[in-house]
């Protein structure tokens, strides 16, 4: 039988309800052609995320950020701007600021961008400011010809976002409500752990998929199953969406599988599940915890008898891990309980960012076109966390291999899947994927939204 028979085109059916059984196909992942509009109808029009603010911290700092053919300056032009230009020389296009060899990226602090070919020059605000023999133009050479093109720049969560669409809305507006909601865990005071690069043989999607849903956890980390059952729901939030735990009982609903399942872990002693399950994040994830957690964790055994309830248990670690931090300069947001629940476990920001957000740190995924190749990207990722301030590591990108030693276990088991799905997904017996309806609606989201920017390709329900 072949189950493409049984999707009709002729009854498309408009995709309102996302808990339906849905199914799309794969064009977006492994097609040239639509990979090559992605640039025009997607990445030209969207807010990325460009960077850090940490990144730039001087006036003359300046990073690059490329995708696809585009590349970007973003450059701090005073104690409180930043702006953005294209990264090209306005004389015969050159581009102007290179990436170094062996990186995908260039970052450091100039107060002109001199270009390499002809010495056209332009300052901080992206005005040429020295032309060789400007006399031979014959005086049209002005500064609007001649200045780098702007390109739209905001913060918003201590990242820097771009936009190449001089048209498009607000920052603020295109992440809502994902901003309200997140808010309050006040991002822009976190700094980098760490952060790693590389090029993957799979589509940026395909990356991006590998860490937007918990229902791979049992298939792909089964180690980390002795902490829960990690069922969970998963919501459209407009153009993003966000998932979280829940209970398959529905008595329980999601804020007691939350707490309960997840924080304390399964087993009799809530005390040593805690301490075990925060080592084994450090060591196998070296992220989604911090160290003064797993301190905390580690005293739970010293500090509580045996038979506390986990509920206390839990709630005598984070005022632990509160304190200590207090004591070492690292305040804790204020939560409100209720955002709290409803902001969940993970989030997908359209189209290419997601991570899962805590309160004193975050762990980041990134992925990206490499070139106009469907079958390629760049893809990152990065732990942020709380420090005393001028405590904050030195980082860079650091290019690693895709290998359990640069990546630790849990992404290097992750890892194992993405090369392989792109590699099922070119093969002819592949009938389209087919998403949970219930636990992967932040897939089926993302496939709506990708269909609504390219005109092409919606997720379709399954007929019986
Ligand atoms: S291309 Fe830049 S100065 Fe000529
Ligand atoms: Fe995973």
């Known amino acids: 039988m072949n189950k493409k028979a049984d999707i009709n085109p002729d009854k498309v059916i408009p995709v309102e309800d996302l808990s339906e059984p849905l199914t799309y196909g794969v064009e977006a992942f492994t097609c040239p052609e639509y990979a090559r509009e992605e640039g025009d109808k997607i990445w030209s029009k969207v807010w990325q995320h460009a960077g850090r603010v940490e990144e730039i911290p001087e006036v003359g700092n300046f990073i690059t950020y490329d995708v696809m053919d585009d590349s970007i300056i973003i450059v701090r ?47 901080l605000e992206g005005k040429c400011t020295r032309i060789l023999d400007q006399d031979d133009w014959k ?29 498009c809305e607000p920052l603020v507006e295109y992440l809502m ?24 043989d799979c589509n940026w999607k395909t990356a991006l998929e590998a860490f937007m849903e918990p229902y791979h956890v049992e298939g792909t980390h089964p180690q980390l199953c002795v902490y829960g059952d990690f069922y969970a729901w998963s919501k459209a939030q407009g153009l993003h969406g966000n998932d979280g735990f829940d209970s398959k009982d529905p008595e329980e609903g999601d804020s007691a599988a939350t707490t309960t399942v997840t924080r304390t872990g399964k087993g009799p002693d809530a005390r040593k599940m805690i301490a075990q399950m925060q080592n084994e994040f450090w ?47 690292v305040v804790w947001p204020t939560i409100d309980p209720d955002k709290l629940a409803k902001a969940g476990l993970a989030w997908h920001i359209f189209p290419n960012m997601s991570f ?84 992967e609606q932040k897939i089926t989201n993302f496939h709506r939204n990708l269909a609504r920017f390219m005109g092409k390709g919606s997720p379709r329900v399954i007929e019986d």
């Open 177 to 200: 409500p994902a901003s309200d909601l997140l808010n309050q865990f006040e991002f822009e005071d976190m700094r980098y752990h760490w952060r790693q690069y590389v090029v993957f």
């Open 283 to 329: 060591d196998t994830i070296r992220g989604s915890t911090t160290p003064t957690l797993v301190n905390a964790a580690n005293r739970l055994v010293d500090e509580l008898p045996e038979d506390t309830p986990p509920h206390e248990v839990h709630e005598h670690w984070y005022e632990s891990a509160k304190r200590d931090d207090a004591a070492r300069g």
């Open 356 to 439: 899962i957000p805590g309160l004193t740190f975050l762990l980041g995924y990134r992925a990206r076109p490499y070139g106009g190749d469907p079958n390629k990207c760049i893809f990152e990722a990065y732990a942020l966390e709380r420090y005393p301030q001028g405590e904050e590591p030195k980082t860079e990108w650091v290019y690693a291999e895709p290998t359990e030693e640069k990546w630790r276990k849990v992404l290097a088991q992750d890892f194992s899947n993405m090369a392989a799905v792109q590699k099922g997904m070119r093969n002819r017996g592949f009938r389209g994927a087919l998403p949970n309806p219930h636990q």
């Open 139 to 167: 005086g049209c050479l002005n500064d609007e010809r001649t200045q780098l093109g702007e390109v739209k720049v905001d913060t918003w969560g201590g990242w820097i976002w771009i936009n190449m669409n001089p048209d």
């Open 77 to 123: 032009t005073g104690p409180d701007t930043l702006k953005a230009f294209y990264n090209v020389c306005s004389h015969r296009g050159r581009q102007l600021v290179d990436t170094p060899e062996g990186a995908h990226s260039a970052c450091g602090r100039k107060q002109n961008f001199v270009c390499g070919y002809h010495g056209w020059t332009y300052n």
